[in-house]
């Protein structure tokens, strides 16, 4: 009687089991939403010669030299790091370094993609870096005018690197740090229009 028993609930699971039910597949990973905030730009004054227009919702921050500023970007959780260097007979010099510090990501990095920065209306020439992967610091860029300011940034996120979940919020915050380089302007004029650095 009792094999009977479970030979009748045996086929009613059978039954039950049949090709007309659905498939289930479980839920690929998922990020949280983010929402960007309106932007609204200002113009930032440094005391060392050179200024830029950021939105709202950076803030910068002096460190104890005044010249390199730390921006914060506590809304995304993020930094922009700016070393401010006078140019002395050193730009090769820190061409180079801010392309080495760049390329000491490609452990990391997938691809990384360079873009010059031609802006003769202010002076200001460079590179910009985006890194592709799971680096620690996902764009970079210099600025300069070639004889007298250079500019070196590096953003940073203050989690372990993701490239797939930061994209939304770095391309977000990149379209911002465009601006910022796009509007970098120098407060000392040189007398000559100096050329673009190779």
Known sequence: MRNKFIGIVFAAVLVACGSDEPEFYPKPRGYMR????DREYSRYQSDCDFSFEIPDYFEVVNKDDKCNKDIHISRFNASLFL???PVDTNLNMNIEYSRK????HSIKADEIQEALIQ??????YGMKYNIVGNAASPYQFY?????????????YFNVTPNYDSLKPSLDYIVEDIDHL????AWSSPTENNPSQPE
């Open 34 to 37: 983010l929402d960007f905030p």
């Open 83 to 85: 070393t401010y260097i």
């Open 101 to 104: 510090l760049v390329y000491d």
């Open 119 to 124: 802006n003769p209306q202010n002076r200001a």
């Open 143 to 155: 600025v300069t005018d070639s004889t007298e300011h250079f500019i070196r940034g590096a953003l």
């Open 181 to 184: 380089i796009e509007t970098v």
